[in-house]
């Protein structure tokens, strides 16, 4: 089986939304799945996110690269793809992310200064810089701890009928009353 790595450079269709948990909420739905895909696929890799723009880094089983690559360009939440690398490698060298996703950081900050760059363009990387974007990815330890905002929503606006402290006050005014009924009774 042959591995291959390739990264892009894509522009976002969405308008940005307000960050949640850490996440541009579209952002998120597109992690949601490249993991659960990714995952089966033993794909490994990364994805950038900043400036409205995409950078995503993806290595595994050449097939599954390609499958996944051919959904990806066909997804209408980006467009302007650029493919930056598309080659063999001999082994892999992520460990066993599906997905990483780092928001646009320091460190990427840090890595746009030193070369110049006053924004994240990625589509106008050169190679030596998409080396250093992928190696930031391979080297954050920044992980998002992703929940399905539909699932959030729904699970928020279920309505509690009684919270647990009301629960707890409901159950010791009974016991009262009972006491008091009991005491009550006894005084007949
Ligand atoms: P589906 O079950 O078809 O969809 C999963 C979820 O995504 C659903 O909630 C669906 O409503 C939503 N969705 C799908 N397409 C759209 C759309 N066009 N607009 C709005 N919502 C939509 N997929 C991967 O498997 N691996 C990746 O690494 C990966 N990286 C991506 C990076 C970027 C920048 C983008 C834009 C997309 C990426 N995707 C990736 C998603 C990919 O384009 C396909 O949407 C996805 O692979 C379809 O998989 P599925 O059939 O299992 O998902």
Redesign the pocket.
């Known amino acids: 089986m042959s591995l291959m790595r390739l990264a892009y450079a894509?522009e976002?269709t969405f308008e940005a939304k307000p960050v949640e948990k850490g996440v541009e909420p579209?952002v998120a739905?597109?992690l949601?799945?490249?993991r659960?895909?990714?995952a089966r696929?033993k794909?490994v890799?990364g994805?950038y996110?900043g400036n409205n723009r995409?950078f995503?880094y993806?290595e595994g089983d050449e097939d599954e690269v390609r499958k996944?690559y051919d959904?990806?360009l066909?997804?209408?939440?980006?467009r302007n793809v650029v493919t930056l690398i598309e080659e063999p490698v001999a082994d892999r060298t992520f460990s066993n992310w599906s997905?990483k996703y780092v928001p646009l950081s320091r460190d990427v900050q840090r890595f746009l200064e030193s070369q110049g760059l006053q924004k994240f363009e990625p589509a106008s990387f050169t190679s030596a810089q998409c080396e250093q974007m992928i190696e930031l990815i391979r080297n954050s330890s920044h992980d998002q701890k992703l929940v399905n905002h539909d699932e959030a929503r729904t699970v928020r606006e279920t309505p509690q009928a009684f919270s647990p402290g009301l629960k707890a006050g409901l159950i010791v005014a009974g016991l009262c009353l009972l006491g008091a009924l009991f005491f009550a009774g006894s005084m007949l």
């Open positions: 894509s976002a579209h739905r597109i949601m799945t490249s659960k895909n990714n696929g794909l890799g994805l996110y995409f995503q993806l996944t959904r990806i066909q997804d209408d939440r980006h997905m």
